[in-house]
Structures are given as C-alpha cells and as structure tokens.
C-alpha cells in the first residue's frame, strides 16, 4: 500500500538551532513530491516541489531535498516565524490514482 | 481576488441544518478539490473535479454533496451532519495535465456540527 510517514510528530528548537524534518515513502514511479506550510486555522501553502532524486530546492531558510525513498526539510538558523506543521505529501503515477497521498505533518517550534 | 477563496470561514450549524461551503479559484486551473482536515490525520480527499469529470472518495458519507458548475466554482452541500463531521475543510485548485500538479488552498472553513 502506497504510504507517507512523517517524522517526528513534533520538534522543539531554539532560535537558531538548525533541524530536519523527514518525509519517507513507499510509493514506486513518483511523479512528484510536495511540500507545504501550514499556520494554525490556515490553508497548506506551497513551498517546493521536488521530481527526481538527487534535486533540491531552496527558498530562505528552508532547503528541501530527495532520494529515492524519502525527502528532507532542512532548517537552517530557524526563527520563530518559521513555527507551522510542515506537510509532505507525493504524488503516484499518472496511470493510477493522480491523487496526493498525504502525510500527517511534522509541528516545528522555534523558541525564541 | 487572487488565488484560492473560501466562504465561509466559520460556520456552526446543527444536525438538522443545511448549508454550503463556497470556493472560488482565480488561478485559471482545471481541476478543483475539496479535502477534510482533521487534528493530526492526513488530508482526506473528498472528491474531485478534473477537466469536467468527478472524482470521488467512495468513503465519503452521502450527507456531503459537492456541486461545480464551471471550472473556477466549487460548492460543499452539506445536510444532517454529525458531530464526527467537525472538522477544517480545505479547497484546492491545480492545472491537471503538467508533469506534476500542484495544489493550491484557500484558507479553510472551520466547521463545527453541534
């Protein structure tokens, strides 16, 4: 069964206390992997999508890679902003079920 | 109006009530989703509607009917819901058809079932 596991559940940081969040997968053919923010009470906004493994993708502080059987959300020098549940979620082969197969997010809090 | 747009924001209704939740893409997309988010479980889609064709979730209870009468709305019909059914739900939008489709939100109607 196609699957996606996110871990941990939650993380605490200190302000500038550089992490990773892991996204592994069990799904064969991906057509592409996703990665969203999401604030409290708020809509998932996009942040990368990733197709093939070895690419990354960075956008400030946040740097988001992929192997062939999980994904990465690097963290660098965190701030408190940058708190939210992170979601991952893939998306299988256009000849099955174009659906995205969630994960149920990893929360990050940044202490300040 | 830009991007994906939910109304209402909040709703509380009772079991015996009717309503509809209301989105609207600005996007220029041709397919539009609607998904419940319950306290720490994935996303569930509930159905989808992709270049005019419908899509649905067979698990999703019958007291749910969606409604999209072009390709920038999309309607929740909702009729004697049950406290199970509080929940946040989410509209989406993408561009069926590329390589990958990326999904838009809007930001949520918050949804609780007295």
């Known amino acids: 069964e196609d699957q996606v596991t996110q871990s941990p559940e939650a993380l605490r940081l200190q302000e500038g206390e550089s992490s990773s969040l892991n996204c592994s997968y069990t799904?064969?053919?991906?057509?592409?992997l996703f990665w969203y923010r999401q604030d409290p009470g708020k809509g998932p906004e996009f942040l990368f999508t990733?197709?093939?493994?070895?690419e990354e993708k960075e956008k400030e502080r946040l740097k988001a890679t992929l192997t062939k059987k999980e994904s990465f959300l690097h963290i660098t020098a965190p701030k408190p902003e940058d708190s939210a549940t992170y979601l991952c979620?893939?998306?299988?082969?256009?000849?099955?079920?174009?659906?995205?197969?969630w994960g149920a997010g990893t929360k990050l809090i940044i202490k300040p | 109006e830009t991007g994906v747009t939910q109304t209402p924001r909040h709703l509380v209704m009772g079991m015996t009530n009717k309503k509809s939740l209301k989105c609207e893409q600005h996007?220029?997309?041709?397919?539009m989703y609607w998904y419940k988010q319950s306290a720490k479980k994935p996303l569930e889609l509930m159905f989808v509607y992709s270049l005019e064709e419908r899509v649905e979730n067979n698990s999703v209870p019958s007291r749910f009917s969606p409604e999209c009468p072009n390709s920038s709305h999309l309607f929740l019909h909702l009729h004697t819901l049950q406290p199970e059914d509080s929940a946040l739900y989410l509209c989406?939008?993408?561009?069926?058809?590329?390589?990958?489709?990326?999904?838009?939100f809007g930001p949520g109607t918050r949804l609780t079932v007295l």
């Open positions: 989406a939008s993408s561009q069926f058809g590329r390589t990958s489709d990326t999904q838009y």
């Open positions: 799904v064969s053919g991906l057509r592409g």
């Open positions: 990733l197709y093939s493994a070895g």
């Open positions: 979620a893939v998306q299988p082969p256009r000849d099955s079920n174009y659906q995205l197969i």
């Open positions: 996007l220029g997309h041709n397919a």
